[in-house]
């Protein structure tokens, strides 16, 4: 007697388990299905694939990454001075690393080669780069 009601109840919570997926699924088939529909009665709708191309949220991310010789724009770049800073001086190179290595660092659970790049950017801007 007592197995039944175990099998009726596991059988029942299955049964809702189940049910709740599929309308969880016929609600997502509700919002796409104007749009396949539209594309494949060759209506004229397009999807508009803008959004793709602009910055999340304000941010803005170089392209690709980063170049096997350090240029000035890519020192500029990884330490964060932008295309808008004429001069960059020593002590400014200095505060943006010192920033950027207590953010990024290894032992904080920074990546080390990014860590590497912002050591690298800093010694190109302050002349110190290529020297051993």
């Known amino acids: 007697m007592v197995l039944?009601?175990?099998?009726?109840?596991?059988?029942?919570g299955t049964g809702l388990i189940f049910a709740r997926a599929s309308l969880r699924?016929?609600?997502?088939?509700?919002a796409t299905a104007s749009l396949n529909a539209a594309s494949m009665?060759?209506?004229g709708f397009t999807l508009n694939t803008d959004f793709l191309s602009k910055p999340i949220y304000?941010?803005?991310?170089?392209?690709g990454s980063f170049n096997?010789?350090?240029?000035?724009?890519?020192?500029?770049?990884?330490?964060?001075?932008?295309?808008?800073?004429k001069h960059v001086?020593?002590?400014?190179?200095?505060?943006?690393?010192?920033?950027?290595m207590l953010l990024n660092h290894p032992d904080n659970g920074?990546?080390?080669?990014?860590?590497?790049?912002i050591n690298e950017a800093k010694d190109y801007l302050l002349g110190r780069y290529g020297r051993d």
């Open 4 to 12: 039944s009601w175990v099998v009726a109840g596991v059988s029942i």
């Open 25 to 30: 699924a016929l609600a997502r088939t509700r």
């Open 41 to 43: 009665n060759k209506t």
């Open 58 to 63: 304000g941010r803005n991310f170089a392209e």
């Open 68 to 85: 096997p010789e350090m240029s000035k724009k890519e020192a500029l770049d990884i330490l964060g001075f932008g295309k808008t800073v």
């Open 89 to 100: 001086t020593e002590e400014d190179v200095k505060k943006r690393h010192r920033k950027l």
């Open 110 to 117: 920074g990546s080390a080669y990014i860590s590497s790049k």
